[in-house]
C-alpha cells in the first residue's frame, strides 16, 4: 500500500499592531509558516507580502508627513502669538506712555492754575487792605494812628519833625499843640497840603521815615510783582 504524504498549505497572516506587540511581531510584520508550496501559493504569498509591507511603508510614511506638518504647524502658531505678545507689548507701553505724559501736563496745568489762582487772591487781599485802610484813614483817628507810625519809625534820641495833612495837623495842634516832648525827644507838627489824609513822614536830621500806609501797600505790590 502506496502511502501518499500530504503537504499542508502556506500560512500567510498580517498581525494587527495589538497582537504584533503581544506576539513579540513587529506591526505589520508578515507571519509566514512557511511548508511546501505550490508556485501558485508561493505568488500568492509572495503578492499578500508585498501589499503588507507598502501598507506598512506607506503608513509609516504617512506619520512622517503628519509630525512634520504638526510641528509645521506648532511653530507657526508660536510665531503668531509671539508677533501678538509683542504688538500688545508695545500698545501697552505706548499707553502707559500716553497717560504719563498727560499726568504731566495735568500736573504742569495744575501748577500754573495754583500759581495763578495764588495771584489773584494776593492781588484781592492787598485791594482789600487798601480799601480798608483808605476807609480807616479817612477818619479823625486816621491822623493820630499816622503819627503815631512815624514817631514809632523815626530815631527816638533825636528832635523830629512829623509832616501831617493840614486837617489831621488842625486836630492834633489842638490836643497836643505844633511841639511837645515825647519820650524826652522834641517833636514838631508841620501841615502839608500835599499829604493825604491819614498820613505822615518823620523828618530829623539824619534821615526821612515816610509813614504812610499807601506807601507801605505800593511796596507789597512791588514785592509781589502785582
Known sequence: MTSTSTESPTQVSVLRQGDAVASGVTAFELNVVTAAKSPAEALTALRSEARAEGYAIGWAQGMREARAATAEARAHAEEQLRRLLAHQEAEVRRAIGAVSLAAESLRSRDVVQATEMTGALVSAAVDLAEALV?????????????????????????????????????????????????????????????????????????????????????????????
Do not use: K, W, Y
Not at 534820641?157 to 524826652?184: C, K, M
Not at 497840603?193 to 530829623?204: F, N
Open 134 to 226: 483808605g476807609r480807616e484813614i479817612g477818619g479823625e483817628q486816621g491822623g493820630r494812628d499816622a503819627l503815631t507810625r512815624a514817631l514809632a519809625l523815626a530815631p527816638s534820641h533825636v528832635p523830629v519833625r512829623v509832616r501831617l495833612h493840614p486837617h489831621d495837623h488842625a486836630l492834633l495842634a489842638d490836643e497836643n499843640g505844633t511841639e511837645f516832648t515825647e519820650h524826652g525827644r522834641t517833636v514838631v507838627l508841620v501841615a502839608d497840603p500835599e499829604l493825604t489824609p491819614g498820613a505822615a513822614i518823620a523828618e530829623t536830621d539824619e534821615t526821612t521815615v515816610d509813614a504812610r500806609l499807601e506807601t507801605a501797600l505800593r511796596r507789597v505790590r512791588e514785592e509781589l510783582g502785582l
